[in-house]
């Protein structure tokens, strides 16, 4: 796939009060959203402390939903 026919993905973070990491991947393909996040999940020590996966995870070709939370 080519830059231009490539889709727009957004990442969602929030850092809450307590430290806790929370991603949400927007528009991602079916099981993309775990790879996508993975260079964060590095960076933050590689401890998933809990991952939902969203609906549109199951769906190929969907927009796709991915929710980690980092313990600290």
Do not use: H, W
């Amino acid at each position: 796939m080519s830059a231009q026919g490539a889709k727009k993905k957004e990442l969602e973070i929030t850092i809450g009060p307590d430290g806790n990491v929370s991603v949400r991947v927007k528009c991602g393909d079916g099981t993309t959203c775990v790879d996508d996040t993975k260079f964060l999940e590095d960076a933050l020590g590689g401890k998933v402390a809990d991952r939902e996966l969203l609906p549109e995870y199951y769906d190929q070709g969907v927009t796709t939903g991915n929710t980690q939370k980092t313990g600290r």
